[in-house]
């Protein structure tokens, strides 16, 4: 069955540092993937999209690389400020992507 | 612009009641709706789906119903609701494939 798994549940780092959270997955072969940002006790708020001809996609302070082959994707905060802690979801969907398949999410923590 | 709206934001029923989530979107014309349910820790799980009007695709067995009665209106209901009913309700919108899915503001239902 398909799985997807976010590398950790939660991950503390510090301030001005680089956030690098791991998205994998199996038994999928996903056309799109997308990352979330979720606030507690709110929706998820859509971050970016990339597809799977596609290698990497950036947006501000965000980076995305999504590797077909090891059937991961990293999502980068670059000089992350601690109002960048939420948590995290990757979301997969196959070639019509209109479906799309949440990961657990990874809780980041970003430390004064 | 678009805007979504859900409703209620918090609600606490007893179990064997009936339940009914509205959920309805502005701006856009004939957009994919979605209704998840995000239990305490876990990831989103795709309840229904529609791409139109009465039409509605139901991805995990349940006692939950969906219905679109009109383009930009979605609801989901349940004739008697379970303790395992429980959880955090999202209704989300997107336009065209791969897209980015809009959520609304999340129904928190605690069924007692």
């Known amino acids: 069955s398909q799985k997807i798994e976010q590398n950790s549940e939660a991950l503390n780092i510090q301030e001005g540092k680089t956030a690098t959270l791991t998205c994998n997955y199996t038994n999928y072969s996903p056309a799109y993937l997308q990352w979330y940002r979720q606030d507690p006790g709110r929706g998820p708020v859509f971050l970016l999209l990339i597809r799977e001809n596609e290698k990497e996609k950036r947006k501000e302070r965000l980076k995305v690389t999504f590797d077909t082959t090891l059937k991961q994707s990293l999502f980068h905060i670059t000089a992350s400020q601690p109002a960048d802690s939420a948590t995290y979801l990757c979301?997969?969907?196959?070639?019509?992507?209109?479906?799309?398949?949440f990961g657990p999410g990874t809780r980041l923590s970003v430390l004064p | 612009s678009q805007t979504i709206h859900q409703w209620p934001a918090t609600l606490v029923q007893p179990v064997g009641s009936p339940l009914s989530l509205e959920c309805t979107v502005e701006g856009t014309s004939n957009p994919n709706l979605y209704w998840y349910r995000q239990a305490a820790g876990r990831g989103l799980q795709l309840l229904f789906y529609?791409?139109?009007?009465?039409?509605i695709s139901s991805e995990v067995p349940q006692n939950l119903s969906a219905s679109r009665p009109q383009d930009r209106q979605f609801i989901l209901s349940s004739k008697k609701l379970l303790l395992s009913d429980s959880g955090f309700y999202l209704c989300?919108?997107?336009?065209?494939?791969?897209?980015?899915?809009?959520f609304g503001s999340g129904t928190r239902l605690t069924v007692v």
């Open positions: 989300a919108w997107s336009e065209w494939e791969g897209h980015g899915y809009t």
């Open positions: 979301a997969l969907a196959g070639n019509y992507g209109q479906n799309f398949v």
């Open positions: 529609s791409v139109g009007i009465g039409q």
